[in-house]
């Protein structure tokens, strides 16, 4: 009975994990398309999601476009982006591997309420 349990544990993790790329390409591939597309600077706002932004970013080689989720902080004003890309939800990353351009990853919640509301930012950025 125990060994049972332990492998549905198994097969439930292995579910979750799958579940969780396939979301990881999806959002990604998309906010790939509208970063692509979309001159940069376009800000839309998503209910329940928030402020969403196509954002240059440049490293020591080169640059790159990215949509990104707006951040403003309320004391002080000053802004900051979480990225949908294809790297692991609330992970950070080194753009190009420069250290002086280190990139925020959208963390899993706002990676399911993109995906959510997938329809809606792809009419709001007219794809």
């Known amino acids: 009975m125990n060994q049972h349990y332990h492998t549905k544990i198994i097969e439930l993790a292995e579910h979750k994990q799958r579940v969780t790329q396939n979301l990881i390409k999806e959002v990604g591939e998309v906010a790939e398309d509208i970063a692509e597309s979309v001159t940069e600077g376009t800000l839309v706002t998503i ?25 403003v902080n309320k004391k002080d004003n000053r802004i900051k982006w979480k990225v949908f890309t294809f ?6 990353f080194f753009f190009h591997d420069d250290e002086k351009c280190e990139v925020i990853v959208a963390n899993r919640e706002e990676y399911l309420l993109f995906a959510n509301h997938m329809t809606e930012i792809k009419h709001a950025f007219n794809m």
């Not at 790297?87 to 950070?92: A, H, L, V």
């Open 87 to 92: 790297e692991t939800p609330g992970s950070r």
């Open 47 to 71: 209910n329940k999601l928030g402020d969403l932004e196509v954002i240059n970013l440049t490293s020591n080689i080169g640059s790159g476009r990215f949509l990104a989720l707006r951040i």
